[in-house]
């Protein structure tokens, strides 16, 4: 059994960065065999992509909202991933998620078999 506890969150005014972690555990569970993702979901809306990185890191994907301001990054050691946000606008407010998936690190949900609670990320104006 996987398991995936983010962490990090705040209410943070527009501008302001916040990092994100998202640590994970399990009996079978190896971080370096995971690809990584973080989505999140606003009020009212449906959840989205928002940053996945290859299984060691090498190659992150970034949706459009968030590129130039996210970074995706992993420490497999000790089985831990972030997500560093710079420059939050009042459009991030949502909460997140951390995903893992052991076959593709895309933007579809459905690709991850493995999810975490999420934590609140809210931005003022």
């Known amino acids: 059994q996987v398991q995936l506890v983010e962490s990090g969150g705040g209410l943070v005014q527009a501008g302001a960065s916040l990092r994100l972690s998202c640590t994970s555990s399990?009996?079978?569970?190896?971080?370096?065999?995971?690809?990584m993702g973080w989505f999140r979901q606003a009020p009212g809306k449906e959840r989205e992509f928002v940053a996945s990185?290859?299984?060691?890191?090498?190659?992150?994907y970034y949706a459009d909202s968030v590129k130039g301001r996210f970074t995706i990054s992993r420490d497999n050691a000790g089985n831990t991933v972030y997500l560093q946000m710079n420059g939050l606008k009042p459009e991030d407010t949502a909460v997140y998620y951390c995903?893992?998936?052991?076959?593709?690190?895309?933007?579809?949900?459905?690709?991850?078999?493995?999810w975490g609670q999420g934590t609140q990320v809210t931005v003022s104006s």
């Open positions: 995903a893992a998936s052991r076959t593709s690190m895309g933007a579809r949900e459905t690709e991850y078999g493995h």
């Open positions: 399990g009996r079978t569970f190896s971080s370096s065999s995971m690809a």
């Open positions: 990185s290859s299984r060691n890191g090498g190659v992150t």
